[in-house]
């Protein structure tokens, strides 16, 4: 059988983000500053959705043609996979639409986030919303190929280590860069678990599955040594909502990951109550360099509304100063543009991202994500309906106190305030040009004094331990 992938990097939009949904990057034009923030954004080669690489590989594993088009008319074949993103769904719905007339006999399967929450938008007598995780196609493809609903749910995947490595030769994979995390490329997606169990009721990382499963570490790092073998990856760009859930995976992970045959960079994302400085000494030995972590806003009240567990401002400040003399890169995202928000409350969001000064902040706009709690709250006060603009970039609620214009505005101003000062440079210049920690620049000794381990009493007290 023969199974295209058909794919579009318009609009900048980076597929694997958002929990999948997608986010754009920032395209200020209207001041010189603006035009270099968005250059700095746009020199990166992100990889395709990490689900395409491993449908590719299973695919392959079951004896099938696999081809990849990305913008252009797609070559005929007996099957066609879609997994659009919430910034791009127009163009993806105008290739299926004209593949219903040109290959009418073809079958169209659409995967991904975008299609779990919005099943709705991609009806046609040929095409087959697949809700849940793509890779259970490896399970369950001929079942969903044998009957034609319009929508077939297939759930998640229990085993993740059974799951093939993902096959990234379709992809141009010595193309992947991510600059603001690293300094070596190309650069690969990997994953040591998936899943969440906080509760932040808009984020879409929950939607399908509000727990966290888990890979063995020894077949991650076998997986990373593949890529680096196979694909010449120099840096690994961990998919994981939460790393560090279970310390003790990531332990022997990092001990693992000092066991490859060449020197590898590689960047995670979690929450900073999940990384003790032990921890984060062990991961930067082996090749730690980049951390993304979501602080959000310093309004505590804000945080509990949306269900998101705060963590005290001086805690923040401290891990980002902890990771700074480390020599590891924090990118930390903070959102501006709630409902009540007001001009003051935004400014206060910049203000306190210069007190912890991150080597990078990303400003998101809050987005009503399709399927998350929060946008079903809020249905009320969205103005905008139009998806392409749920994209961490557009205003689109209705707002208290501010218009959309306005909201858009302070956003704009937030990038150049935070970036364009003396002391952001004075505290990041040796994480922005690596090269100047070879004199000593910058870094500095971190005293880590391990916490004493004590008798666990509880089975909440021992998921306490492993977090």
Request: aromatic share 12%; proline share 6%.
């Amino acid at each position: 059988m023969n199974i295209c992938f058909w794919d579009t990097r318009a609009r900048s939009v980076s597929k694997d983000f958002a929990g999948g949904f997608g986010v754009g990057m920032f395209s200020g034009r209207r001041t010189l500053s603006q035009r270099l923030v968005s250059w700095g954004y746009h020199r990166d080669r992100r990889p395709v959705a990490l689900n395409f690489a491993y449908l590719a590989a299973i695919f392959r594993e079951f004896g099938h043609q696999v081809e990849y088009c990305a913008d252009q008319t797609p070559p005929a074949a007996d099957v066609y996979v879609f997994n659009p993103a919430l910034g791009t769904i127009d163009i993806e719905q105008q290739m299926i639409r004209q593949l219903a007339k040109s290959a009418p006999k073809a079958r169209v399967l659409v995967v991904g986030s975008t299609a779990y929450a919005l099943p709705q938008e991609f009806q046609s007598p040929n095409v087959t919303v697949v809700r849940g995780e793509p890779e259970q196609l490896r399970t369950k493809l001929d079942e969903v190929l044998e009957t034609r609903p319009a929508v077939v749910d297939v759930g998640s995947v229990k085993n993740l280590d059974e799951l093939p490595w993902p096959d990234w030769s379709l992809f141009e994979p010595r193309r992947f860069a991510i600059r603001y995390d690293f300094t070596r490329f190309p650069t690969g997606l990997v994953q040591q678990s998936r899943g969440c169990t906080f509760t932040c009721n808009y984020c879409p990382y929950i939607m399908i599955e509000n727990k966290t499963r888990f890979r063995d570490p020894e077949r991650v790092v076998a997986e990373i040594e593949h890529g680096m073998r196979t694909y010449g990856f120099r840096s690994y760009k961990f998919r994981d909502p939460l790393f560090g859930l279970d310390r003790q995976r990531v332990l022997r992970l990092a001990e693992l990951i000092g066991k490859l045959p060449r020197k590898l960079e590689f960047s995670i994302e979690s929450r900073i109550d999940l990384l003790r400085p032990e921890t984060l000494q062990a991961l930067r030995e082996v090749g730690l360099t980049s951390i993304t972590v979501g602080i959000e806003t310093p309004h505590e009240d804000t945080l509990r509304t949306y269900k998101r567990a705060p963590i005290k401002d001086d805690r923040q400040r401290e891990f980002v100063g902890i990771c700074r003399k480390m020599g590891i890169r924090t990118v930390a995202g903070f959102m501006i543009g709630f409902p009540e928000d007001t001009e003051e409350s935004i400014k206060h969001v910049l203000h306190y991202a210069r007190e912890v000064n991150p080597t990078y902040a990303n400003f998101n706009i809050v987005t009503p994500y399709p399927g998350t709690e929060f946008s079903a709250n809020i249905k009320n006060l969205i103005a905008d309906r139009d998806y392409r603009k749920l994209d961490v970039y557009h205003a689109v609620l209705k707002y208290e106190h501010l218009t959309p214009q306005q909201v858009l505005d302070l956003h704009a101003w937030c990038f150049e305030k935070f970036y364009f000062r003396m002391s952001y440079l004075r505290d990041n210049a040796h994480l922005l040009w690596p090269v100047l920690q070879r004199f000593g620049i910058g870094v500095g000794k971190v005293t880590v004094t391990p916490r004493p381990r004590r008798m666990k009493t509880s089975a909440a007290e021992s998921q306490s331990e492993a977090a």
